[in-house]
């Protein structure tokens, strides 16, 4: 479940980052908002390095954290409620996600 929380986490700043460029450029937002959205991927870089497992393992994985972050954040931000599909999707991620990380190891 640490490991879990962790890639919510990763997730939610890596959204974060990319999110308030896109208000920027799409919104005409504040250019400013460049300054909390670097801040947020250099957070994001560094959370994922926290990571216990081998990185391209973590990067796979996280993808499919990121997915369901995505969606949630459709709904709770853009006021976007999911559909069947987005929900079925994300939870497919997620099950992948649990794969990858989880699974028994050799080496």
């Given at each position: 479940?640490?490991?879990f929380?962790?890639?919510l986490?990763t997730a939610?700043?890596?959204i974060?980052?990319?999110?308030l460029?896109y ?7 504040s250019?400013?908002?460049l300054?909390?959205a670097?801040l ?12 216990p ?10 993808g499919?954290?990121y997915?369901?972050?995505?969606i949630l954040w459709?709904?709770?931000?853009d006021g976007i409620?999911p559909?069947t599909w987005d ?9 992948g996600m649990a ?6 190891r050799s080496v």
């Open positions: 479940m640490k490991i929380g962790l890639f986490i939610l700043a890596e974060i980052g990319c999110y460029p208000l920027w450029l799409r919104e005409g937002k250019v400013w908002l300054v909390p670097a947020s991927l250099a957070i994001f870089a560094w959370l994922l390095s926290l990571h497992a081998a990185a391209g393992r973590v990067y796979a994985a996280y499919g954290v997915i369901f972050m995505a459709l709904w709770a931000v409620r559909t929900l079925v999707g994300s939870g497919v991620a997620l099950v794969i990858i990380m989880f699974a028994p």
